[in-house]
């Protein structure tokens, strides 16, 4: 029904720079968190950059100083700055929405996951 769309991927030289978006296909509930994973080929997706609802944030040691998530919690949209980017930085990048609604009297999360973009680094 409601899917993340992704833009921005594509091919960079190293130390380029590229901005991915992220922004749901329609209305989603109460955002409680973003936040990027990549995945490379053969390897484990991993946590890259995490947004929390109160502004909080957080980045994996290898992207810190060089990275940037940004979010607009009315919109739903969440950003990734990336700049000096690296080779071994080249996998696909997957935007994640977690949202939060009432069941009852209970509060149920929900997780929603882009369909990944990719981000190729090369020279």
């Known amino acids: 029904q409601v899917q993340l769309v992704e833009s921005g991927g594509g091919l960079v030289q190293p130390g380029g720079s590229l901005r991915l978006s992220c922004a749901p296909s329609?209305?989603?509930?109460?955002?409680?968190?973003m936040a990027w994973y990549r995945q490379a080929p053969g390897k484990q997706r991993e946590l890259v950059a995490f947004l929390s609802g109160v502004g909080n944030t957080k980045y994996t040691d290898s992207v810190k100083g060089r990275f940037t998530i940004s979010g607009d919690k009315a919109k739903a949209t969440v950003y990734l700055q990336m700049n000096s980017l690296k080779p071994e930085e080249t996998a696909v990048y997957y935007c994640n929405i977690k949202t939060n609604y009432a069941k009852g009297d209970e509060l149920i999360g929900r997780t929603y996951w882009g369909q990944g973009t990719q981000v190729t680094v090369s020279s």
């Open positions: 329609g209305s989603i509930e109460t955002i409680y968190s």
